[in-house]
């Protein structure tokens, strides 16, 4: 009887079920954890290319968060957000007026950046009885996926990689928004 009893509260919902990879619901993912695992990958994968790491700025963190919550907000995916502000007027209209010497005649002035759009599911399995679809599973990530997802598919894109890997830059801002089952990915750096 008592090697019953968890099994009879559980199915009561008085013990919370173990998470697994087909629960019902997303996993809980820590944005600000997830930003600090990103900044932290895109420096290891710096360091293994002789380069410096980048410090984390917190005007870029709060310029990137924006522009992930912008995407996130009104369902759209594009370094050119709906006022038509490329990434440079986005960070001088949030009060970014930074300037450093790259070159004896250059100065840089704007941000670059890099975004990304990855999902809190590796796979979605369509439940059919008789031909009709009564239910989906999903196959869940967890933060340490997402982490080498998103790293991974800006290195395995030549300008991203150019981007995140130039000595030009020293500070970058990582900026994650998780909106439903959808996770915005933005890296600003200067």
């Known amino acids: 009887m ?3 009893l968890p099994t009879f509260l559980l199915w009561l919902g008085l013990i919370p079920a173990a ?3 087909h629960a019902a619901l997303p996993p809980s993912i820590d944005a600000a954890e997830l930003e600090r695992q990103i900044h932290q990958q895109i420096n290891r994968e710096r360091q293994k290319q002789g ?14 968060r924006n522009h992930s919550l912008d995407m996130a907000r009104h369902h ?5 957000n709906l006022r038509g ?17 790259i070159a004896p005649a250059t100065v840089a002035v704007g941000i670059a950046e ?11 399995y369509t ?9 989906k599973e999903y196959e869940w990530t967890d933060t340490d996926r997402l982490v080498q997802t998103i790293v991974q598919g800006w290195m395995d894109s030549p300008h991203h990689r150019k981007v995140m890997l130039s000595s030009q830059y020293d500070r970058q ?6 909106s439903e089952y959808d996770v915005y990915v933005t890296e600003n750096l200067f």
């Open 173 to 178: 801002g990582i900026g994650v928004v998780i």
């Open 127 to 135: 439940l059919k009885e008789n031909g009709i679809t009564v239910g």
């Open 114 to 124: 890099n975004i990304f759009l990855a999902r809190l599911y590796e796979k979605i």
């Open 19 to 21: 998470p697994s990879a």
């Open 51 to 64: 380069l410096a790491p980048l410090g984390d700025d917190e005007g870029l963190v709060a310029i990137a």
């Open 85 to 101: 502000e490329l990434p440079s007027d986005r960070a001088r209209r949030q009060g970014w007026n930074q300037r450093k010497q």
């Open 2 to 4: 008592l090697k019953l």
């Open 76 to 80: 759209f995916f594009n370094h050119v």
